[in-house]
């Protein structure tokens, strides 16, 4: 098993930033790819950003593209999500996952390892 544990996330106001940050532990074979989610009230929930095993790819929601950069420290298996200029349509649940497969996702399917999500209130 894989446990993923967000942090990083609160109130801040529009063009603020935020860095998020997902503590994996457990089975480390099995954390690979990662993923950034995020859900908004009443809202599906979203792809944001993934990045590959070793970092060398990664893949961005237009919504979120310049603004948003993902990044991972293998050594400490932590990932993170840095997020600049922030909007108030940013305003969400973030979640991070992870897959036992070394290429970039988009898909929620794709991912069996999930956190518990952080909030981040973006205000105008």
């Known amino acids: 098993q894989v446990q993923l544990v967000e942090s990083g996330g609160g109130l801040v106001q529009a063009g603020d930033s935020l860095r998020l940050s997902c503590a994996a532990s457990g089975r480390t074979s099995d954390i690979s790819a990662m993923g950034w989610f995020r859900q908004a009230p009443e809202k599906e929930r979203e792809f944001v950003a993934t990045i590959s095993s070793n970092g060398g790819a990664t893949y961005y929601a237009n919504s979120v593209k310049g603004r948003f950069s993902i990044s991972r420290d293998n050594a400490k298996n932590t990932f993170y999500l840095q997020m600049n200029s922030l909007k108030p349509e940013d305003t969400a649940v973030y979640y991070c996952?992870?897959?036992?497969?070394?290429?970039?996702?988009?898909?929620?399917?794709?991912?069996?390892?999930w956190g518990q999500g952080t909030q981040v209130t973006v205000s105008s």
């Open positions: 996952a992870t897959r036992p497969h070394p290429v970039i996702a988009t898909s929620a399917y794709d991912y069996p390892y």
